[in-house]
Nanobody
């Protein structure tokens, strides 16, 4: 089982980026995927989630309205479209997978997720 996040980079405040989480070794359609990030000196934070079944999404308040998660099971890839980026979005971004759906209480917490990818760095300059 592998997940690989990519698409990070150095951008200016207000710019957009799209991150990709490429998966292999399992059937993506049966897994829920979440995006987490860790900013320097801070704990890892769950920011978005998309379910395996009906595409239910959840977002942290810090990104709601600016970030959009989507999935293409045929391409074994989950995306995170990030718009109106702010310097406080600077972090290493990770994707994680869990078999089956999660409810809103668990979806943005680390403990349910069995599989994690390597991170991709996003730096937003002011």
């Amino acid at each position: 089982v592998q997940l690989q996040a990519s698409g990070g980079g150095l951008v200016q405040a207000g710019d957009s980026l799209r991150l990709s989480c490429a998966t292999s070794g399992f059937t993506l359609e049966y897994y829920s995927i979440a995006w987490f990030r860790r900013a320097p000196g801070k704990e890892r934070e769950g920011i978005s989630y998309i379910s395996d079944t009906d595409g239910t999404t959840y977002y942290a308040d810090s990104v709601k309205g600016r970030f959009t998660v989507s999935r293409d099971d045929a391409k074994n890839t989950v995306y995170l479209q990030m718009n109106s980026l702010k310097p406080e979005d600077t972090a290493t971004y990770y994707c994680a997978a869990d078999l089956g759906p999660l409810d809103s209480d668990d979806a943005l917490h680390e403990h349910p997720y069995d599989y994690w990818g390597q991170g991709t760095q996003v730096t937003v300059s002011s």
